[in-house]
Nanobody, 122 residues
Framework: QVQLVESGGGKVQPGGSLGLSCVAS????????MGWYRQNPGKERELVAT???????NYADSVKGRFTISRHNAKNTMYLQMNGLKPEDTAVYYC????????????????WGQGTQVTVSS
């Protein structure tokens, strides 16, 4: 079984910065893509940013130039540095690991963390 645990959420004033971390644990052989998604009550979960094991990144237009995604493959850890935060960035942020191959299997699976709240407010 694979578990994802996010950390680093909190409350910050507009224009401030926060850093999120996600650690994947379990009998992991490799993870192809890791990503951050966010969701507000009554709305669909939306993509924030993704990064492949080769370091290829993809960002939502709304966060380009403000957020930076990175990962440490050997530690199965992913980060999201958020700068210039806006009230509309307020949401629960979820960590996702896609294309996870565990040791001893030949199949891949998709996993989600429990989420961490980010609130941008004065």
């Amino acid at each position: 079984q694979v578990q994802l645990v996010e950390s680093g959420g909190g409350k910050v004033q507009p224009g401030g910065s926060l850093g999120l971390s996600c650690v994947a644990s379990g009998r992991i052989f490799t993870i192809y893509t890791m990503g951050w998604y966010r969701q507000n009550p009554g709305k669909e979960r939306e993509l924030v940013a993704t990064i492949t094991s080769d370091g290829i990144t993809n960002y939502a237009d709304s966060v380009k130039g403000r957020f930076t995604i990175s990962r440490h493959n050997a530690k199965n850890t992913m980060y999201l540095q958020m700068n210039g935060l806006k009230p509309e960035d307020t949401a629960v942020y979820y960590c996702n690991a896609d294309g996870v191959i565990t040791i001893g299997t030949l199949t891949s699976a998709d996993y989600w963390g429990q989420g961490t709240q980010v609130t941008v407010s004065s």
